[in-house]
C-alpha cells in the first residue's frame, strides 16, 4: 500500500510570491493534518482537515491556507512568501487523529 | 496550555549502549495520547509508539521500551543494545482532545548519534 505522498520534495520560491503543496493520504484515511518543522525544530501544527472540513488551525498567519477534496487530498497554500516561511512541510493522514498519524516524507521549501 | 519537552538536545553514545531520551509534558486534558517519533535523515517521522492517558503500563518492542509516570508527566523512552542505524533525531508529543481537534504538539526534539 502507498503511503502518504507529497509533492514536489522541493521547491524553491522567491519572497513575495505563492506556494501549493500537495498531500495524498493512504487509502482509507480521512482525517489530514498539516504541519511546519523549520529547522532544528519539531514540527508545528498548521491545519487539521477531517472530511473535507476544518477540525482545527494552529498559530499561523492567514497566509496559510488550506483545503481537502472529495477523495481526501489536500492542498496547503501560502501566499506572499516571507524568508521564515523556509522550512520542511509534512503532511499527516490518519483514520482519526488518534489512531497515530502516518507522515509524508515531506516539501522542502526554501524561500530565497 | 500544552506543552512538551524534550531536555536532551543531543546524545552520543557508543553502539551497545543503553540509551533513555526524555519526556515530560504539561496538559490539564484528563485525556490525551502521547507518541513517539523517529526522524532519520530522510525526514520522515516513523511512528513508534502511541500511548493513551489510561494506560500506564510499560510498554516493550524488542530493543525498545518505554515508560509513562503520569504522576512525574513523563513518557521516557529507552533503547537498548543501541546500534548505528537508531542514529535519528527523536520527537515526543501530546495529542490533546480539544474542541474535536486531533494537532500533534511537539518538543523539540532529542538527536541521538550512536557511533560505531
Known amino acids: 500500500d502507498a503511503g502518504v505522498t507529497q509533492s514536489p520534495t522541493h521547491l524553491i520560491k522567491t519572497r513575495g510570491q505563492q506556494v501549493t503543496l500537495r498531500c495524498s493520504p493512504i487509502?482509507?484515511?480521512?482525517?489530514v493534518s498539516w504541519y511546519q518543522q523549520v529547522l532544528g525544530q519539531g514540527p508545528q501544527f498548521i491545519f487539521q482537515?477531517?472530511?473535507?472540513?476544518?477540525?482545527g488551525r494552529g498559530n499561523f498567519p492567514d497566509r496559510f491556507s488550506a483545503r481537502q477534496f472529495p477523495n481526501y487530498s489536500s492542498e496547503l497554500n501560502v501566499n506572499a512568501l516571507l524568508l521564515g516561511d523556509s522550512a520542511l512541510y509534512l503532511c499527516?493522514?490518519?483514520?482519526?487523529?488518534?489512531?497515530?498519524?502516518?507522515f509524508g516524507s515531506g516539501t522542502r521549501l526554501t524561500v530565497v | 496550555a500544552q506543552k512538551v519537552t524534550q531536555a536532551q538536545t543531543e546524545i552520543s553514545v557508543v553502539e551497545k549502549e543503553d540509551v533513555t531520551l526524555d519526556c515530560v509534558y504539561e496538559?490539564?486534558?484528563?485525556?490525551?495520547?502521547l507518541f513517539w517519533y523517529k526522524q532519520p535523515p530522510s525526514g520522515e517521522l516513523v511512528f513508534l509508539i502511541r500511548?493513551?492517558?489510561?494506560?500506564?503500563q510499560n510498554e516493550i518492542s524488542g530493543r525498545y521500551s518505554w515508560n509513562f509516570q503520569k504522576s512525574t508527566s513523563s513518557f521516557n523512552f529507552t533503547i537498548t543494545a543501541s546500534q548505528v542505524v537508531d542514529s535519528a533525531v527523536y520527537f515526543c508529543?501530546?495529542?490533546?482532545?480539544?474542541?474535536?481537534?486531533?494537532?500533534?504538539?511537539f518538543g523539540k526534539g532529542t538527536k541521538l548519534t550512536v557511533n560505531p
Open positions: 482537515y477531517y472530511e473535507k472540513e476544518e477540525r
Open positions: 487509502s482509507g484515511h480521512k482525517s
Open positions: 508529543a501530546l495529542s490533546p482532545k480539544q474542541g474535536g481537534s486531533e494537532k500533534l504538539v
Open positions: 496538559t490539564r486534558d484528563t485525556t490525551y495520547y
Open positions: 499527516a493522514s490518519s483514520l482519526t487523529g488518534v489512531h497515530g498519524y502516518t
Open positions: 500511548r493513551n492517558s489510561f494506560d500506564e
